[in-house]
């Protein structure tokens, strides 16, 4: 008896969630050096990946990073701390698509690429800030990726991938971020996920 097409198009698709660990060095690097003292910061994260016959792949992305800082200003190139407590936290949505490469010598390995589009909240609070230095907005930006998942067994894998981000019109309208000209909130990632799914 013949399988119905519709059938065989379900088997193909499989849902796969995942949980990741980022650490992105952003682009904004005076601004976050001097509010934070680095530019390297940690998200955490998760998602869902919908995969087409193992090749075409879809992927939901919500991560989140909370930092503590101090509100800053800057004068005549130099920088000075106010020694103001601030809280930043920047929660990303992010939806890409791409393609899997499957290699017969190394089916362990499975090489991806992918880009896509996201969603960004950015909020910035102090306990004594003054009117209009509190942040909350939203902005779009672009992703795009590529890595290669390790096939640990049939369900399990890790995937280990590059990402760059370009988040424009959340910073540089005013703060330190203005004062250095810089008004990119993206930045280069490196991305360790856990998938559970074939």
Do not use: C
Not at 140 to 147: L, P, T
Request: glycine share 14%; charged share 20%; hydrophobic share 40%.
């Amino acid at each position: 008896m013949a399988v119905p097409a519709s059938a065989q198009s379900l088997s193909q698709i499989s849902l796969r969630p995942f949980a990741e660990v980022t650490e992105e060095s952003f682009n904004a690097i005076d601004t976050f050096t001097s509010v934070f003292g680095r530019t390297y910061q940690p998200f955490w994260g998760g998602g869902l990946q919908v995969t087409l016959g193992d090749r075409y792949y879809a992927e939901l992305t919500a991560s989140r990073l909370r930092k503590n800082g101090d509100r800053v200003f800057r004068n005549a190139g130099q920088t000075f701390h106010l020694g103001i407590p601030l809280t930043a936290t920047l929660t990303p949505f992010e939806i890409v698509g791409g393609y899997r490469f499957h290699m017969t010598k190394r089916p362990w390995l499975v090489p991806y690429v992918g880009a896509g589009v996201g969603r960004y909240a950015y909020r910035e609070t102090s306990q004594f800030a003054a009117d209009g230095e509190d942040l909350d907005t939203r902005h779009a930006g672009f992703v795009v990726h590529g890595g290669g998942e390790f096939r640990l067994s049939r369900w399990v894998g890790v995937g280990t991938d590059v990402q760059f981000t370009r988040v424009p019109g959340i910073f540089g309208r005013g703060g330190i971020s203005q004062d250095v000209g810089e008004d990119d909130l993206g930045g280069f990632a490196a991305r360790v996920k856990f998938v559970v799914g074939r």
